[in-house]
């Protein structure tokens, strides 16, 4: 009879200590998790998103393509102010030299840009 209760007793503690361990692999295997679902969101805007280089006195590149719901990073690299101007008004950002803007393309149509102050400088943008 004795041996049994304690048999019992040894089995329950041993169980105990493999609940404990499993808790601690529980908490790795979710903090890797969270990692993976980091690097998830990275990989989402870079598909999504483009560069648009602004010159003295050009787009690069001419055509432009980005993914509904996707960023536009603009940079004006000439040395006089320009705009990235839609043909529709929808956007409407204008750079001072140096400067650069990020851009969110939502509800945006496929349609050419230009800027504002030099009418020879136009572009065409895909929304997919
Ligand atoms: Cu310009």
């Known amino acids: 009879m004795h041996r049994r209760w304690i048999g019992a007793l040894a089995a329950v503690f041993a169980l105990s ?37 602004i010159a003295d006195f050009f ?26 101007t839609t043909d529709d008004g929808a956007i409407d950002e204008t750079l001072g030299a140096g400067e650069e803007v990020e851009v969110e393309i939502s509800g945006v149509e496929s349609q050419d840009f230009h800027c504002r102050f030099h009418s020879q400088m136009t572009g065409t943008l895909t929304v997919q």
Do not use: Y
């Open 17 to 53: 200590l493999l609940g404990a361990a499993c808790g601690g692999d529980d908490t790795d295997a979710d903090q890797g998790g969270s990692t993976t679902g980091g690097d998830t969101a990275s990989e989402t805007e870079d598909v999504g998103g483009a560069d648009l280089t």
């Open 59 to 84: 787009f690069s590149p001419k055509d432009l393509t980005v993914s509904d719901g996707g960023t536009i990073t603009v940079f004006n690299n000439g040395e006089t102010s320009h705009t990235f």
